[in-house]
């Protein structure tokens, strides 16, 4: 069993979709993170995206393929100003160029970079697959997966392990809704009290306290943007 904290179930983030624009997003930056820790980073010459199954056919109405763009040049989903989402779209839509990580600029035509696919990968729905064209002649291929919720693995599940070992951490770990009830009746503690304790296994009070108040503040942010905003939907 994986630990989940709360904070990695209450994602800031851009939407529509946690799964086919946040997820899709985040899978980006992972992408060019791995990238730079393997050294090849600045090897890339050229990049090409295959969008898979549910997250391909649902794709455009969800702006998973802005989402992909967006990762890619190393915006932050939870800091960018909305207002410069469509500009930096645009940009890369009319230039052909993109900023690469937010370093350098490599050519990128979107409507040839990203491939939408109707074929499903085994693993889960949602795959999406960087491919990168290195100045070697060599291609790197990474594949990842959204789950659901803004998360991203691989196959593999590689911090699967590091996961376990924080949950171990866990005053109250639960695998179960009745693990939980039953925490609550011996300990006669409610439930946001159990989840607390278990979060303060990961992080301190004045920590916890203030991403809970930027959550807070971001949904009131939302809701008067879009009380406040004329447009249509996708």
Not at 74 to 87: C, F, Q, S
Not at 100 to 114: C, L, Q, S
Not at 130 to 144: I, Q, Y
Request: hydrophobic share 40%; with cysteine.
């Amino acid at each position: 069993m994986e630990c989940i904290s709360i904070f990695d179930m209450l994602k800031i983030g851009i939407g529509p979709s946690s799964s086919h624009t946040l997820g899709p997003w985040r899978a980006a930056e992972r992408w060019i993170s791995e990238l730079k820790a393997a050294g090849l980073f600045e090897e890339v010459d050229k990049i090409k995206v295959h969008i898979y199954g549910s997250l391909s056919l649902t794709g455009k109405g969800h702006a998973t393929d802005y989402a992909i763009m967006l990762g890619l040049t190393g915006a932050d989903p939870v800091e960018i100003p909305i207002a410069n989402i469509h500009t930096i779209v645009k940009d890369i839509q009319d230039g052909h160029i993109l900023n690469f990580g937010n370093t350098r600029k490599i050519n990128f035509n979107p409507t040839e970079a990203i491939i939408f696919h109707k074929k499903f990968l085994e693993f889960h729905a949602n795959g999406i697959q960087f491919e990168a064209f290195l100045t070697s002649g060599k291609r790197k291929v990474n594949t990842f997966y959204s789950i659901g919720g803004g998360f991203v693995v691989v196959k593999e599940r590689k911090n699967a392990k590091r996961k376990q070992a924080t949950f171990d951490t866990f005053p109250f770990p639960i695998q179960n809704g009745n693990q939980l009830l039953g925490y609550c009746t011996s300990k006669k503690m409610q439930i946001s009290e159990i989840v607390l304790e278990n979060e303060r296994s990961l992080r301190n009070d004045a920590e916890i306290d203030a991403e809970i108040q930027k959550i807070w503040n971001t949904m009131l942010e939302c809701m008067y943007i879009g009380c406040h905003t004329q447009g249509k939907l996708p």
